[in-house]
């Protein structure tokens, strides 16, 4: 089971951080992701990390303003958003994949966890 939290409102420049924490099953193996949908679009993918190795990818949009992080003892993965913008507006979703790849897309996961709302005023 994957639990997000941490999204909300903040004004543009602002920043959140999001949770996802893991309980159930050992996501050791896993590629771990997170992927948003705006009102009226196809869920996208937003950054990935591989949990054994620690490798990160990140859509082209939040490079230099977003990290995905990994903590091993408390089995959760971060997203730390920084300089957002109003159009990362979205649900948010935490996702497993089996295997990490640089772009997990929607029909990659495994698992996903409920998703979590942030909203950026202009």
């Known amino acids: 089971q994957l639990q997000a939290s941490g999204g909300g409102l903040v004004q543009a420049g602002g920043s959140l951080r999001l949770s996802c924490a893991a309980s159930g099953r050992t996501v050791s193996n896993y590629g771990m992701a997170w992927l948003r949908q705006a009102p009226g679009k196809e869920r996208e993918f937003v950054a990935a990390?591989?949990?054994?190795?620690?490798?990160?990818a990140y859509t082209d949009s939040v490079k230099g303003r977003f990290t995905i992080s990994r903590d091993g003892a408390k089995n959760t993965v971060y997203l730390q958003m920084n300089n957002l913008k109003p159009e990362d507006t979205a649900v948010y979703y935490c996702a497993a994949a089996r295997y990490y790849s640089n772009t997990i897309q929607p029909y990659n996961v495994d698992y996903w966890g409920k998703g979590t709302l942030v909203t950026v005023s202009s």
């Open positions: 990390i591989s949990w054994n190795i620690g490798n990160t």
